[in-house]
């Protein structure tokens, strides 16, 4: 299948900083991007949809301000969580979608940034 | 709206014993149904996938059939091993969502040596 990377894998920040994770499609052209934040225990919580070149779609109660997102290319997506406090933990994964070729309209998933604010 | 539901967890087997979980699934039209796969500190894995009813999906020795008049795919697995140990995630498709998955809860299992 195709191979999508995120960076960093693990990050743990200072209450109050900005925090800037990375989503790549490495084989093919992610015409969609999608983020997830994923509580311990629990299953994915779709944040936001991502097409390149245009605004983020957000899930109600995602806070637009502080998730920003940004696709400025068919194969990077980024989510910079600002000014994050503690209730910001979480691990957050991405996927891509293409729409033909190897991806085809699958979604595939980056291994997950898990985020530690203290 | 869609929606997947899947038994809740912990599943816990002995290694070799026989796998189920549930998993039902509501939508319009003709989703495509998935299963995922999360080892522990992981991202998710497609573990296998079906597109059309009655197809079966199969991977690593696992399965699942969509059956559209149960509007279910439940997966299994005859002789579990440790390895297998994750939490399994069912999701479906709509054909005209947008590439967009609507996940089930997620089953923790759990296999003993």
């Known amino acids: 299948g195709a191979v999508v990377s995120q960076h960093p894998s693990w990050v743990i920040c200072k209450s109050g900083t900005s925090v800037k994770i990375e989503c790549r499609s490495l084989?093919?052209?992610?015409?969609?991007m999608f983020w997830y934040r994923q509580f311990p225990k629990q299953s994915l919580m779709l944040m936001a949809t991502?097409?390149?070149?245009?605004?983020?779609?957000?899930e109600q109660g995602v806070e637009k301000d502080k998730f920003l997102i940004n696709h400025a290319s068919l194969t990077l997506s980024t989510l910079t969580v600002t000014s994050a406090h503690p209730e910001d933990s979480s691990f957050y994964i991405c996927?891509?979608?293409?729409?033909?070729?190897?991806?085809?309209?699958?979604?595939?998933f980056g291994p997950g940034t898990r985020l530690t604010v203290l | 709206g869609n929606s997947v539901t899947q038994m809740e967890g912990p599943v816990t087997l002995s290694e070799e014993a026989f796998l189920t979980i549930n998993c039902t699934y509501t939508?319009?039209?003709?989703?495509?149904l998935f299963w995922y796969v999360q080892y522990p500190g992981e991202g998710l894995q497609l573990l296998l996938k079906?597109?059309?009813?009655?197809d079966k999906g199969s991977n690593k020795g696992f399965e699942a059939t969509y059956r559209k008049e149960t509007t279910s795919f439940h997966l299994e697995k005859g002789s579990v091993q440790v390895s297998d140990s994750a939490v399994y995630f069912c999701?479906?498709?709509?054909?005209?969502?947008?590439?967009?998955?609507?996940f089930g809860g997620g089953t923790r299992l759990m296999v003993k040596p």
């Open positions: 996927s891509a979608a293409g729409t033909s070729g190897r991806a085809g309209n699958e979604q595939f």
């Open positions: 084989d093919f052209q992610a015409t969609t």
């Open positions: 991502s097409n390149e070149g245009s605004k983020a779609t957000y």
């Open positions: 939508a319009t039209g003709y989703p495509s």
């Open positions: 079906a597109t059309k009813a009655d």
């Open positions: 999701a479906l498709s709509g054909r005209n969502a947008g590439n967009m998955l609507t």
